[in-house]
């Protein structure tokens, strides 16, 4: 079993009053020598004297196995609210197959695909329901133990209206501080092509967080 916790948070007072968190955790449980299940959880919440500007949760939980060390399939199910983008909530619920053509040295590669339906409600109260292709590309390079370099980009995107796609990227830098702790520099884009009217089609976050490993 493995487990980490990311915290960051920002507060200030006086000529100004700023509230931001950061907090996100991650589990693995290796069920069998083949079997993981994963567990995610994140939120970035903010404030500007009193008044909320910033409120983002996302949760996900995936069931992999492994055929070979190249190939193994996927379970998915998540959720997203994201009000300052116009999402009030929104569920997804997939399957797919996970490629590892590299595994060698300080470079891994994975790559996914599969299908998934989409279940959504806007902050306006519009429901939209639908199923979607899924892909995605994870890389991550080991410069040395527990410090690292990781890439990630998933799109989502509506097969009955291909103008509706969602993409997500993610860069990560993180180096240990000691056995338990990490620094954590991480970069999000979160984009939608076709985002409820009247919100603007990308969000971007920058968070500087202290990962506890376990």
Excluded at 26 to 45: C, E, M, P, R
Excluded at 183 to 193: A, D, E, F, V, W
Aim: no cysteine; charged share 20%; proline share 3%.
């Amino acid at each position: 079993m493995q487990f980490h916790a990311d915290l960051g948070f920002i507060n200030t007072s006086g000529n100004t009053h700023v509230s931001t968190l950061n907090a996100s955790d991650a589990l693995i449980v290796w069920t069998s020598h083949a079997n993981k299940i994963s567990q995610d959880f994140g939120t970035t919440y903010g404030s500007v004297s009193n008044v909320v500007q910033t409120s983002l949760w996302t949760a996900s939980l995936r069931d992999d196995y492994t055929f070979t060390p190249v190939v193994g399939v996927f379970a998915r199910f998540g959720f997203d609210r994201n009000t300052f983008a116009g999402i009030e909530q929104r569920f997804e619920q997939g399957i797919g197959a996970a490629l590892v053509p590299v595994n060698a040295g300080r470079n891994r590669l994975e790559v996914d695909l599969g299908a998934s339906y989409v279940e959504s409600r806007s902050t306006a109260g519009v429901e939209l329901n639908y199923p979607a292709g899924r892909g995605a590309v994870i890389y991550r390079y080991t410069f040395a133990k527990d410090t690292y370099f990781q890439q990630s980009v998933d799109d989502l995107t509506d097969l009955n209206r291909v103008s509706n796609s969602l993409i997500n990227s993610e860069t990560d830098l993180v180096a240990p501080l000691s056995r338990h702790s990490a620094i954590k520099l991480g970069y999000q884009i979160r984009y939608s092509n076709d985002p409820p009217p009247g919100f603007k089609t990308t969000d971007r976050l920058l968070n500087t967080d202290l990962q506890f490993n376990f």
